[in-house]
């Protein structure tokens, strides 16, 4: 067997013990999370011991323009992070609710190459860093460059290459799609949606969550369909554990 296959088989099933333990209880974003993150960290370290070093660092929001997917447990622990430090972000004159507004009311609906040439930056970079890092989606940990300058370049349009961590990328997809494997299994709405419009969603709606645990599709308005479903589901099935 493929080491890749084995890994996703291996992430299917963890996933699988977190969703059935988890009784889709408050903390269960918490934990299959956590898990999700913790298996990204302890295998992109392995899979780029070969690659040349990163040139990502504190402070670089070159790539923070590029439209992030992010499953709904995603989107739904940024919600809850955003509650919880608005009001002392507000203190401060920061008001990153306002913010993500404003950026939504510039993408919403914009394809990924019309959303790189509008050059918005991400809502969430305030003071040159990133508000939401603890909690940001597993797109923006597989992003990883190894040449700023190319970076800078692809971000003002003069060059379209960029040599990415191809380590980083992917362990950032086996994982995302052994937890949204495991959520089709489990019955919870398992796609890819725009982070911006659907944490909008989540924000306005305070029983989104709720309605996410009991299996409705939230924000199935803001789904990105890169890939078709029906694509996506066939592959997962030819994956996962039997």
């Known amino acids: ?33 956590g898990q999700a993150f913790d ?8 899979q780029c011991e070969d690659e040349p070093p990163l040139a990502c660092g504190k402070g ?26 608005t009001p002392r972000l507000l203190e401060r004159g920061i008001d990153l609710v306002a913010t993500l507004r404003e950026a939504d ?18 809502p969430f970079i305030a003071q040159g860093a990133c508000v939401i890092y603890t909690v940001r989606p597993l797109a923006c940990r597989g992003h990883a460059s190894h040449d700023l300058k190319a970076c800078v370049d692809a971000a003002s349009g003069r060059v379209l290459q960029v ?9 950032r997809s086996l994982v995302q799609n052994a937890m949204q494997s495991s959520l089709r299994s489990a019955g919870l709405a398992w796609g890819v949606y725009e982070l911006n419009r659907s944490l909008l969603m989540a924000l306005d709606d305070a029983g989104s969550e709720r309605r996410w645990l009991d299996g409705e599709d939230v924000f199935a308005a803001t789904a990105l369909n890169d890939v078709p479903a ?13």
């Not at 493929?2 to 059935?20: G, I, K, N, V, Y």
């Not at 040599?163 to 362990?171: A, D, I, M, T």
């Open 1 to 33: 067997m493929h080491p890749s296959r084995e890994f996703f088989q291996a992430l299917h099933r963890a996933f699988d013990t977190t969703l059935a333990d988890g009784a889709r209880a408050p903390l269960l974003l918490d934990a299959l999370l």
């Open 39 to 46: 298996s990204f960290a302890g295998n992109v370290a392995i």
């Open 60 to 85: 670089c929001a070159t790539c923070c323009t590029l439209r992030v997917g992010a499953t709904a447990p995603e989107v739904l622990l940024v919600a809850r992070f955003l509650r919880a430090v």
């Open 105 to 122: 009311a510039q993408t919403a609906g914009l394809t990924e190459a019309a959303r790189v040439r509008l050059r918005q930056r991400c």
């Open 163 to 171: 040599p990415y961590s191809e380590g980083h990328r992917r362990v």
């Open 230 to 242: 029906e694509e996506m589901a066939a592959a997962f099935d030819a994956l996962r554990p039997q």
